[in-house]
């Protein structure tokens, strides 16, 4: 804020420079106690007050904005916080002024109602300072609170069912429109007969040959069992005259033939038969083995690295060794003579040493008389 004074010095003490200075001081603080908070920016979650509030000395926080409940306070259970813009006197917040006590609720208390009542809504505000039955529970019980359970025959209702009675019964909770089912009964069909699903509803309160069974042979009411080689057909196939037999109720397995085993494999005979109706590679493939530490290769060869693959289950010289290269590829040097072409080395690198011999000198030879050495 900006101000002007204009006055006139006609007393001469007033033309001083020490009463100037003072004056300016006066003018001064007179100033800084007139600021307002109309320049001051409060920040977020703090309500701003009346910009012509005037601040104590430089404006700041305490001076010019105020605390809002919604960022600033949380309400203890029992309580309903007032609306998030709700001003507070001060920088601080207290319970009276964001928070309305509207009692506790059947939640925040944990109520646990007795046998045979329903819980109401966690939220449900209790009507005192504490909750109670009439408060948190409904006095008409539900099939699932009792945990009523229904007799063979008879479908269970909804669990959320309202029972009549503080005790509930069949008539509450269960519905003898299902009737009794072929399983739930363990109806046995007789020799000749198939049975059905055992879901299949019968047609009145007990179950008979016409609800559970149905005529004719069957591979599973035969209890017809395949041998070694062959996969049994779905139980409910049926027979072909009186008696069920090979053709009627079983597959033939496949035969290794079908399958194609990866490299470093071996497959089994063609003719082996697989125990179910696809052929596995465990069963058609052997892992072929591998060279080792210990194979033995001929004079002449060198051993491959023990890990590589055989081409069979047997390992031989091919797979497990290398021929040494011969002589032939050696250039002797000058003073020596070479050996004969088809020598082996002895390794899989030819030495000079193995394939060229040191031409003789002449230290060995003795002059006759009459030449000189």
Same mark, same amino acid.
């Given at each position: ?100 006590? %509207?009692?506790? =609720? @059947?939640?925040? !208390?944990?109520? +646990? *109602?007795?046998? $045979? &009542?329903?819980? /109401?809504?966690? #939220? ?53 429109? %299902?009737?009794? =089912? @072929?399983?739930? !009964?363990?109806? +046995? *069909?007789?020799? $000749? &007969?198939?049975? /059905?699903?055992? #879901? ?174």
């Amino acid at each position: 804020n900006h101000f002007f004074v204009s006055f006139s010095c006609d007393i001469p003490h007033m033309r001083s420079p020490a009463f100037g200075a003072l004056l300016a001081v006066a003018l001064l603080a007179t100033a800084v106690s007139a600021l307002t908070c109309d320049t001051f920016t409060c920040p977020s979650g703090f309500h701003a007050k009346p910009l012509s509030t005037l601040c104590q000395s430089e404006c700041n926080l305490w001076d010019c904005c105020s605390l809002t409940c919604g960022e600033a306070y949380h309400c203890p259970s029992g309580y309903t916080a007032n609306p998030s813009g709700t001003t507070c006197a001060n920088v601080t917040c207290f319970e009276s002024e964001c928070c309305t006590w %509207a009692g506790p =609720t @059947c939640g925040s !208390v944990s109520y +646990v *109602c007795p046998m $045979g &009542y329903t819980p /109401k809504n966690s #939220t449900t505000l209790c009507g005192s300072s504490f909750c109670n039955l009439t408060d948190c529970c409904t006095d008409q019980p539900t099939c699932g609170v009792v945990g009523y359970i229904c007799p063979m025959g008879y479908a269970e209702k909804s669990a959320s069912t309202s029972c009549a009675t503080a005790g509930c019964n069949l008539t509450d909770c269960c519905t003898d429109s %299902a009737g009794p =089912t @072929c399983g739930s !009964v363990s109806y +046995v *069909c007789p020799m $000749g &007969y198939t049975p /059905k699903n055992s #879901t299949t509803l019968c047609g009145s309160s007990f179950c008979n040959l016409t609800d559970c069974c149905t005529a004719g042979l069957t591979c599973g009411g035969m209890s017809y069992v395949c041998p070694q080689g062959y996969t049994a057909k779905n139980a409910t196939t049926s027979c072909g005259s009186t008696f069920c037999n090979l053709a009627d109720c079983c597959m033939a397995n496949p035969t290794c033939s079908t399958v194609s085993c990866p490299s470093g494999h071996t497959s089994s005979s063609t003719g082996t038969v697989c125990s179910s109706l696809s052929c596995s590679q465990s069963e058609c493939c052997a892992a072929n083995p591998t060279c080792g530490s210990s194979f033995m290769c001929a004079t002449g060869r060198t051993t491959k690295v023990a890990s590589t693959v055989c081409s069979s289950l047997s390992c031989s010289q091919t797979d497990c060794c290398t021929a040494n290269p011969t002589c032939s590829t050696i250039t002797c040097p000058s003073g020596f003579t070479a050996s004969s072409a088809s020598t082996v080395c002895s390794s899989l690198s030819c030495r000079q040493a193995e394939c060229c011999t040191a031409n003789p000198t002449c230290s060995t030879i003795t002059c006759p008389s009459g030449f000189t050495a």
